[in-house]
């Protein structure tokens, strides 16, 4: 008998009660407010190569000649900053607001009789306002030092700002406006450490992978949505400031200094001073 797939409802009414059971734990730990800097390794996924044979075999028309073409990656910025939310034990909410570059950078080679050797580069770059929307989780057993493990998932919406495909011939540049569309969305995950400086404020080390399940561009013939590997590195302020861990041991009975006198149990009998203690046990003691 072939499985029934569960129902598009059902599966989001389970996510919910997920979520409110969630929430219906206490938060723990402090407000983070934080900024972030890095790079992007950016590259474009789906109909890319397509895109880049379909532009080789223009040339070889056009031109003639033999050619070939590979495509590379791009590098690019990433700054911006969040707030994080306790929410659930050691799992905060953390919405941020990103400012990446996007795209792809293609190289044609052509063998031309009466040429030479010609060489064309392009760049596909687009630029967005990324808004991921994460959930970060910080394993409580190794939430106790200094240097704390982080990982990192949630859906990610970008707003374009600008785009554009650049082409390089014999040391003349061309630019071209590409019909971008206005939004992107897209999935982030990744991890890293959170290394605490002190009760205030935590540095944060991450890497990320984004998984862009839309196309950049508005052409009906190339889907061309982004694929990008970051990495970041930022600052993190605690509101409030996050408690002093407690010292070594505590709750553990200290040894009596020295010179004091411990009490006696309580319900036994301490001796008098001056009078004799009780003879041991299968003692015979001698005559007065």
């Known amino acids: 008998m072939a499985a029934r797939s569960m129902p598009v409802g059902t599966a989001l009414a389970g996510l919910a009660a997920a979520g409110l059971i969630a929430l219906a734990a206490p938060p723990a730990g402090a407000m983070e407010v934080g900024l972030y800097g890095g790079m992007t390794i950016a590259n474009l996924g789906g109909d890319a190569d397509e895109f880049r044979l379909a532009l080789q075999n223009q040339f070889e028309s056009e031109i003639g000649g033999t050619w070939d073409s590979e495509r590379e990656s791009h590098l690019g ?5 969040f707030v994080a939310f ?3 034990r050691d ?27 010609l060489g064309v580069e392009g760049l596909i770059e687009a630029t967005y306002l990324e808004f991921p929307l994460t959930v970060r989780w ?12 982080l990982v990192l998932f949630g859906p990610s919406v970008g707003v374009n700002l600008d785009g554009a495909f650049e082409v390089l011939v014999g040391g003349s540049e061309v ?12 999935v982030v995950m990744g991890g890293g450490v959170e290394v605490e400086l002190n ?35 930022g600052l993190s302020f605690h509101i409030p400031r996050r408690p002093a861990p407690a010292p070594a ?24 001073e001056g009078t004799a203690a009780p003879p041991a046990e299968g003692t015979v003691e001698p005559p007065k």
């Open 199 to 233: 009760s205030a404020a935590s540095l944060l080390v991450e890497g990320r992978y984004t998984l862009g399940l839309t196309s950049l561009t508005d052409d009906a013939e190339f889907s061309l949505p982004g694929r990008e590997v970051a990495v970041l590195a």
């Open 77 to 81: 910025p990433a700054i911006g900053g």
């Open 138 to 149: 910080t394993p409580t057993a190794a939430a106790r030092g200094a240097v704390q493990p």
């Open 175 to 186: 630019s071209e406006d590409l019909p971008m569309k206005g939004m992107s969305f897209g």
């Open 86 to 88: 306790p929410f659930h």
């Open 91 to 117: 799992l905060l909410f953390q919405p941020e607001v990103h400012y990446v570059s996007r795209g792809s950078e293609f190289n044609w080679t052509g063998v031309v009789s009466g040429f030479g050797i």
């Open 249 to 272: 041991g505590e709750g553990a009975a200290a040894p009596p200094d020295e010179g004091t006198v411990t009490p006696p149990v309580e319900g036994t009998a301490a001796p008098t």
